[in-house]
């Protein structure tokens, strides 16, 4: 374990009325939780502040914080199917189960010790400015339940072209889901704000639109069964847990979801089947796709 110290500020101006700091920060970055910034050092407008004070739009945010973060990442093999590889970027079939990054209560056997492994300590150096030495070469991520496809930069370049891709959301991410019960309409949009569950922390959940982050789920029914819908969704937006809280949000949770709906034996049926994305060295537009895991078949009895 290592401890890096960190300040970050932020501007007021989404909310209606006023919001207590400690909720506001919480809110706007998932590093902070409230036990944190109850142990930091706050400015607001420049003055020192407590947790309690209110924060309304116009103010100025500062935080000092300390964030306790893995040292060191150690090489182990770890397997994933490859889609595509060359010399700028690699992209993956990520399994289900397979943690990206080590992170509380899952520190080796992730994604980030398997590319150490595979590609020594080169990998180490494919990181963003702010990076923690536990991410090489992630750019964005799946949840450990979901499975498909993940592109993973290999040098400092493609690592900065992948990350202005998935900012601007010039990528394109096609996501099938098995949810419980029969959607009615064949085709919705959700235009849902997201923000961290103020309750449960290991949740987010749909929000006001001044108590959150913007979040754009498009779906399509592919086909209904008896007591479940399988749908093909357009995720327009990258926010955390965005397509399991939209789906949930509407009455239909992904089967599976330890989290929002219920478990099953087959585990959560979210799978990222299509990555589509411009090659930041040639500039290439290039579509990725992972076929459906067997898993979805299983729970069918197909």
């Not at 142990?39 to 306790?68: C, F, H, M, Q």
């Not at 030495?133 to 493609?158: C, F, N, Q, W, Y």
């Not at 959940?205 to 399509?220: I, M, N």
Request: net charge positive; charged share 25%; with cysteine.
């Amino acid at each position: 374990m290592a401890k890096i110290e960190k300040t970050a500020s932020f501007h007021v101006s989404d909310l209606e009325g006023s919001e207590r700091l400690d909720r506001y920060l919480a809110s706007r970055s998932e590093e902070l939780t409230r036990t944190i910034v109850a142990n930091s050092a706050l400015w607001l407008n420049g003055k020192p502040a407590k947790k309690g004070n209110p924060v309304r739009n116009g103010d100025e945010i500062r935080i000092e914080y300390t964030l306790t973060v893995f040292e060191g990442l150690v090489a182990q093999r770890i397997d994933f199917p490859i889609i595509f590889e060359d010399g700028s970027i690699l992209v993956i079939d990520k399994p289900q189960g397979l943690v990206v990054h080590p992170a509380s209560g899952n520190w080796d056997n992730t994604l980030a010790n398997g590319l150490l492994y595979r590609y020594g300590e080169r990998i180490l150096a494919v990181q963003d400015e702010n990076g923690d030495g536990i991410r090489p070469g992630i750019v964005h991520r799946l949840d450990k339940e979901t499975s498909g496809v993940m592109v993973v930069a290999l040098t400092p370049a493609a690592h900065r072209a992948l990350g202005a891709q998935f900012k601007d959301r010039s990528t394109k991410k096609i996501y099938i889901a098995l949810v419980a019960g029969r959607v009615k309409n064949p085709k919705g949009t959700i235009d849902a704000h997201i923000r961290r569950d103020p309750i449960d922390r290991k949740k987010m959940a749909v929000c006001p639109d001044e108590k959150g982050r913007s979040a754009l789920t498009e779906y399509t029914v592919l086909r209904r069964f008896s007591d479940c819908t399988l749908l093909h969704l357009v995720l327009h937006t990258g926010r955390t847990h965005q397509i399991r809280v939209h789906l949930n949000s509407i009455g239909h949770p992904v089967i599976g979801d330890p989290l929002y709906g219920r478990e099953v034996a087959e585990g959560m049926m979210l799978h990222a089947k299509t990555l589509a994305l411009t090659h930041p060295l040639t500039e290439e537009r290039m579509t990725f796709t992972a076929p459906l895991p067997r898993r979805f078949f299983s729970y069918l009895k197909l």
